[in-house]
């Protein structure tokens, strides 16, 4: 199926699961599953629409204090904003702390060495996450939400929203059911709708700090890759057997839950 983004202009990641199916052949209700990168970019038109269309109630936020507070949402009438910090602590290339500035250094000297790899630190951020006992807390947390909110839309995102973010919506859609392809190409979605916004910030970094060959490096890290999927899933099975432990002993959402989750979400 065709994973399309929202129809705004400032907001290039930000998606409605509207239709997509699940195993038991039911689909994923319209304006209710909306995943995005941070709304600090959206204009005013944006957000009319995310209010006045697709009727959001509330948005999960899963960045930093300090992403929060340097590119921070924006207020919105009657909608519940809840702060759900995945890592407490800077992880570069996942979250974005002084990204206007003193981040793409940091990440330049990261490229430098002759022994990092790109795709093993992104894995091992990915590990860090499904382990970690802070994102467990936070994603339990998301799902309470999720099962509390009987009509309108939730919002989720991080600062691009395609990791924090990524990993909630492989969160959510297994827990629907959704087929794993389904799943795959939304995760993968992101890296043609972040393209341009990638390629630009590569060219601005190679011209300011005039270095070549750090491009390959930073779209690693600045996009997703088989690998960080893998990742998730290998990792969960190696320590939890399958999603479906996961999600019940580490994440809360026993059987009953579930079914709530899937008859406040899904319709025939």
């Given amino acids: 199926m065709e994973i399309k983004r929202l129809p705004l202009e400032g907001l290039k990641n930000t998606r409605d699961f509207a239709g997509f199916p699940t195993e038991d052949g039911r689909h994923i209700k319209p304006h209710r599953l909306i995943r995005s990168g941070e709304l600090f970019g959206a204009a005013q038109s944006d957000l009319t629409y995310l209010m006045e269309n697709i009727h959001l109630k509330k948005i999960l936020d899963f960045r930093t204090t300090k992403e929060r507070e340097e590119h921070p949402d924006p207020v919105l009438s009657d909608v519940i904003n809840l702060h759900l910090p995945v890592l407490d602590e800077k992880a570069l290339g996942v979250t974005r702390e002084g990204q206007d500035g003193d981040m793409m250094e940091q990440l330049v000297s990261y490229l430098e060495s002759p022994d990092f790899s790109a795709e093993n630190y992104m894995a091992g951020i990915y590990e860090q996450i499904i382990l970690g006992e802070k994102a467990h807390k936070c994603y339990g947390r998301m799902f309470d939400e999720l099962l509390s909110q009987e009509e309108g839309a939730v919002l989720w995102h991080c600062t691009a929203g395609k990791d924090r973010a990524g990993i909630a919506s492989i969160l959510i859609l297994s827990a629907l059911e959704v087929p794993k392809e389904i799943i795959e190409a939304d995760y993968f979605r992101v890296n043609a ?74 319709e025939a």
């Fill in 193 to 266: 709708l972040l393209k341009e916004d990638n390629e630009r910030l590569c060219d601005d970094m190679e011209k300011r700090l005039d270095m070549q060959g750090i491009r390959q490096g930073l779209m690693a890290m600045f996009s997703v890759h088989k690998e960080y999927l893998d990742c998730i899933y290998r990792v969960i099975e190696n320590k939890y057997t399958d999603m479906d432990n996961y999600l019940d002993e580490v994440l809360g959402l026993n059987k009953d839950k579930r079914k709530m989750l899937k008859d406040l979400y899904l």
